[in-house]
């Protein structure tokens, strides 16, 4: 029974955040330093998402507006690039150590390879989108929870390159949502969406709107 009264306290404790960690992912001080991470991470994902969109080179560079491969989409053979990567996920699952799990093989051969096209769309569109949000700050902590997400499957395909450091800068940004996109869009979405648990601005200013109306009404 101490067991139970020690893991099941009858009162609630909370534990305070450290201020380093209110400095950094609370304060809008800092929020400069969230500006400069987002857009690298949003350019690298626009860049990636448009170069499965049109085939061409979007990244800043030498190659830039070179043709350096063919669309994802809206090609005629949607999903042969995405079935081309699936198969080599595939390859690097067999052996001793294998770089892909053997469940995540099964998902690339069972559900994405037979939808290889829905899949290529989901991809390109997918990473366009991340990448606009974060530039943009919109909805900075969401664009860059499915940026993490979809880093993480690069990674189970075997696919190393920059998704590590994509993907760490993206779980960065979640823990900073509050003030990553205070210099953009989130500064007056957040507000006027809220959260789950503070609610809206909106509803908060219809609320305001209705109390001296039931006031009235209760003085008559």
Known sequence: MKIISVLKPRSVTQIPEPPLARFLFADTRIAWLWLLVRLY???????????????????????????????????????????????????LSSGPHPAVQGWYAAFLQHVVLP?????????????????????????TGIAAFFGVFMNLNFMLAGAVSINPILGTLGLLLMLAWRIAGYYGLDSLL?????????????????AQRTEPLEAGAGGR
């Open 41 to 91: 991470v949003g350019y690298e994902w626009l860049t990636a998402g448009l170069e499965k969109l049109t085939g061409y080179n979007f990244a800043f560079g030498a190659g830039f507006g070179q043709r350096i491969s063919s669309p994802w989409v809206f090609s005629g053979h949607d999903g042969v690039a995405l079935q081309g990567f699936v198969k080599g996920a595939l390859a």
């Open 115 to 139: 939808n290889a096209g829905l899949f290529a769309y989901m991809v390109t569109f997918g990473e366009v989108l991340v990448g606009l949000g974060l530039i943009f700050g919109a909805l």
């Open 190 to 206: 957040l507000p006027l969406l809220g959260t789950p648990w503070t609610g809206s601005l909106l509803s908060r200013l219809r």
